[in-house]
């Protein structure tokens, strides 16, 4: 693969950054290959072959990305997603049940994990990035496929000694949802889905 191409392909896949981060993250990696080239006497095929690959060098750049749910009407619709189940394990471990459509990725779901019951924020990040690597503090399992949805089983590391909770985002089909635990339809975000220590 030429350097343009590589370029090219990791700036589609770093469509989150604003053009400002991304054209920085870019230049770097333009800097990385052309170093490689220098010093080590490398083609550029080569110099780019030694190089991790787009979807793993965006995947690490994305999962450092601040995520907020974007400025807009979300509505709690449980019809759409839903956090179906939760409970404390006897280990002190958290789970949670979220229903999605099955034609969603966890990358277009965002998750906001609050810290007590009136749902104050402790971070914010796409459902994939949150599970993603080997230091997630959560993981998560298909636990189900049924009628056009799929059912997650989202489980935390020893977490939050006081509780936790947790608050769903999702854009789909052009439509703005939410699952924070308030009625079906408001569009008052709610304070979570609050599971006390």
Not at 27 to 54: N, R
Not at 59 to 67: G, S
Not at 141 to 167: H, I, K
Request: charged content about 35%; aromatic content about 12%; glycine content about 6%.
């Amino acid at each position: 693969m030429s350097k343009e191409a590589f370029i090219n392909e990791l700036s589609v896949k770093l469509d989150r950054l604003n053009e400002a981060d991304r054209k920085e993250y870019l230049e770097f990696f333009e800097e990385l290959i052309d170093d490689k080239i220098e010093e080590d006497g490398a083609s550029e095929a080569a110099a780019v072959e030694t190089m991790d690959s787009t979807d793993c060098i965006a995947d690490a750049i994305n999962r450092e990305i601040p995520v907020e749910p974007d400025d807009v009407p979300y509505v709690e619709d449980h019809s759409v997603i839903d956090c179906t189940n939760r409970y404390r394990m006897r280990d002190g471990r958290y789970n949670f049940t979220v229903k999605l459509p099955e034609d969603v990725s966890l990358k277009d779901v965002i998750i906001e994990i609050t810290g007590d019951y009136r749902g104050t924020r402790r971070m914010c990040t796409n459902l994939f990035y949150l599970t993603d690597g080997a230091d997630a503090d959560f993981s998560i399992c298909l636990e189900n496929d049924y009628d056009g949805f799929r059912y997650y089983e989202l489980t935390t590391a020893q977490y939050a000694d006081s509780g936790m909770g947790v608050r769903l985002y999702l854009t789909y089909k052009d439509k703005y949802y939410m699952a924070t635990d308030t009625a079906n339809r408001s569009a008052k975000k709610g304070s979570g889905y609050w599971l006390s220590a």
